[in-house]
């Protein structure tokens, strides 16, 4: 039996830039019908960037969108009582965060713990923070990848729910490898956040589960080099 819109888990997107992310979970929720659909409502994508080219592609798609820009709050805590305040008037089970690039308070991490999920640019736990792609160009690491994870106090830290690899060429730069992670951020995503939608993966004390079993430090991994 099909779930009324009532009872569809409600997702809240915040992002800060292009939402390429925010966009490929948005199509698995129109596709909710087909093998990679995930059968949950947007509820909203939030903004902290009013220029963020996401909003617009949002908006597109005929998402509500929010905008509640940090540079207008005296401190970080200040700007994430007032983002969790304008989350929850949306009531989601579940936020994701698709290129939210704000360090987030202890308080917002714990409020949200359990259902705030990211994507970063690398396999964690390798490449915490910025600058990931040239990184792992510099340290001479013939794989790179991407990592979908429960979010936790520390930053780029908690349990992994799914990666994806992908193999370092001899010819490429940081761009080149950026666009080859891009593509699988785009498959892993959709994936993590339909298995959180389906009651699949959860988190319990330090570790994430998938059909109620621990996932290895790496999560579920996809090779893309098979
Ligand atoms: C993505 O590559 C994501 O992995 C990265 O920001 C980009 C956002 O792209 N996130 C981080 O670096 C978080 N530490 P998008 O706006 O097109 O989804």
Redo the contacts with the bound molecule.
């Keep these: 039996m099909q779930a009324s819109e009532a009872e569809k888990p409600r997702i809240v997107i915040l992002?800060?830039?292009?939402?390429?992310?925010?966009v490929a979970i948005a199509e698995a929720v129109k596709a909710e019908n087909s093998d990679n659909g995930i059968d949950a409502e947007i509820v909203g994508v939030i903004s902290n960037r009013p220029t963020a080219e996401?909003l617009n592609k949002a908006q597109a798609m005929d998402l509500h969108t929010d905008l509640i820009d940090h540079t207008l709050y005296a401190s970080r805590d200040e700007f994430d009582h007032a983002l969790i305040r304008m989350i929850e008037d949306l009531k989601p089970d579940l936020v994701v965060l698709?290129?939210f690039?704000r360090i987030l308070t202890a308080d917002f991490t714990r409020y949200y713990e359990g259902r705030l999920l990211?994507?970063?640019?690398s396999l964690l736990p390798k490449y915490q923070g910025?600058n990931?792609h040239q990184r792992a160009l510099d340290a001479g690491d013939d794989i790179h990848g991407?990592s979908v994870h429960f979010v936790t106090e520390e930053l780029?830290d908690g349990p992994n729910a799914i990666q994806a690899i992908v193999p370092i060429f001899d010819v490429d730069n940081a761009q080149l490898l950026q666009q080859r992670?891009?593509e699988q951020?785009h498959i892993i995503y959709p994936i993590a956040v339909k298995w959180f939608c389906e009651g699949r993966l959860t988190m319990k004390g330090s570790k994430a589960l998938l059909d109620n079993k621990p996932l290895p430090t790496s999560g579920v991994q996809l090779d893309s080099r098979d």
Excluded at 15 to 22: D, P, R, Y
Excluded at 118 to 121: L, S
């Design positions: 992002i800060s830039g292009t939402g390429s992310n925010m996401g698709a290129g690039m990211n994507i970063h640019p910025l990931t991407v780029d992670v891009h951020e």
